[in-house]
């Protein structure tokens, strides 16, 4: 199971990222996938969590944040906009197998990324 992310890059309060996580190695269905961020002396933070129609957001990005999955792609994206200074963070993409639930922060992931940064100015 491999996870990789890109589209972190430094933008203005404000604006507007797509971050992508390609998976490989496994059946992309039957995972659910999330994006969490972690920022310098902060603890990580859920972000968001999707498997089939279920999507799950932090209070923080409601409204803000919108994660979709190109399954013939096996991509998984976190469309970000009107980003804040408080967004700055590593993020990275993760999978576990089964159903993400509400309490989906809180599970072990069994596979995460590397992680892309993002700057928010």
């Known amino acids: 199971v491999q996870l990789v992310e890109s589209g972190g890059e430094s933008v203005q309060a404000g604006g507007s990222l797509r971050l992508s996580c390609v998976a490989s190695g496994y059946t992309y269905l039957s995972y659910c996938m999330a994006w969490f961020r972690q920022a310098p002396g902060k603890e990580r933070e859920g972000v968001a969590a999707q498997r089939d129609a279920a999507t799950y957001y932090a209070d923080s990005v409601k409204g803000r944040f919108s994660i979709s999955r190109d399954i013939a792609d096996h991509t998984l994206y976190l469309q970000m906009s009107n980003l804040k200074p408080e967004d700055t963070a590593l993020y990275y993409c993760?999978?576990?197998?089964?159903?993400?639930?509400?309490?989906?922060?809180?599970?072990?992931?069994?596979?995460r990324g590397p992680g892309t940064q993002v700057t928010v100015s």
């Open positions: 993760a999978s576990r197998v089964g159903m993400c639930g509400p309490n989906w922060s809180k599970l072990r992931f069994d596979s």
